[in-house]
Nanobody, 127 residues
Framework: QVQLVESGGGLVQPGGSLRLSCAAS????????IGWFRQAPGKEREGVSC????????HYADSAQGRFTISRDNAKNTVYLQMNSLKPEDPAIYYC????????????????????WGQGTQVTVSS
């Protein structure tokens, strides 16, 4: 059974950092592209970052560039999103999902190219 579990969210002050984890089961993560997306109240889900399974290509949303870093640990079947310099506009539920088989990662990371969404992890930024 394909399953993704996001973790690592929480409450952090503006300028602080969090590392989100996306642990996969039921499939081998390194065969797939992985995307991180977020959804804030009243807004559509948007792509934050995505990473390919083959050539290592990485893309970031403009809002994440320079602050967030996506990475893989294939031995742990896990993808991470390191978030630094968090801003009041970053709070949202953050989701990870694998891309469809054979997906060629491109900018921007497109929600419709990913499936098997996890339950999400809540990120709150407040002073």
């Amino acid at each position: 059974q394909v399953q993704l579990v996001e973790s690592g969210g929480g409450l952090v002050q503006p300028g602080g950092s969090l590392r989100l984890s996306c642990a996969a089961s039921g499939f081998t993560l390194d065969y797939y592209a992985i995307g991180w997306f977020r959804q804030a109240p009243g807004k559509e889900r948007e792509g934050v970052s995505c990473i390919s399974s083959a050539d290592g290509s990485i893309h970031y949303a403009d809002s994440a560039q320079g602050r967030f870093t996506i990475s893989r640990d294939n031995a742990k079947n896990t993808v991470y999103l390191q978030m630094n310099s968090l801003k009041p506009e970053d709070p949202a539920i953050y989701y990870c999902a694998p891309g469809f088989m054979g997906l060629k990662v491109r900018r921007p990371c497109r929600e419709e190219e990913y499936d098997y969404w996890g339950q999400g992890t809540q990120v709150t930024v407040s002073s």
